[in-house]
């Protein structure tokens, strides 16, 4: 069993920042990738931010310049460091991480259960 936990989500205003923690836990072997999806009301999820182990962060359009992942390897964490938010940044975050369970297993997608952001005045 794996289990992803996010926190940090909240109510901010436009032109503020926040920051997201995700924590992997369970029984991991290895872990691919880790990365953030958003899904504001009527919109499909998409993937907003993702870093490949060993790679570099790759950033959807929308918020390229505005957010920075980040990875604590050592403690199967990643965090989403979002500065200059907007109202369209309004979405339920969620952690995504492909991990292998076991040496011989491949990797799997697991989601964390998502995490509330509010931008607004």
Request: glycine share 14%; net charge positive; proline share 3%.
């Amino acid at each position: 069993q794996v289990q992803l936990a996010e926190s940090g989500g909240g109510l901010v205003q436009p032109g503020g920042s926040l920051r997201l923690s995700c924590a992997a836990s369970g029984s991991i072997y290895n872990i691919y990738v880790m990365g953030w999806y958003r899904q504001a009301p009527g919109k499909q999820r998409e993937l907003i931010a993702a870093i490949v182990t060993g790679g570099s962060p790759n950033y959807a359009d929308s918020v390229k310049g505005r957010f920075t992942i980040s990875r604590d390897n050592a403690n199967n964490m990643v965090f989403l460091r979002m500065d200059s938010l907007k109202p369209e940044d309004t979405a339920v975050y969620y952690c995504h991480a492909g991990i292998a369970t076991t040496v011989l297993g491949f990797g799997m997608d697991y989601w964390g259960k998502g995490t509330l952001v509010t931008v607004s005045s």
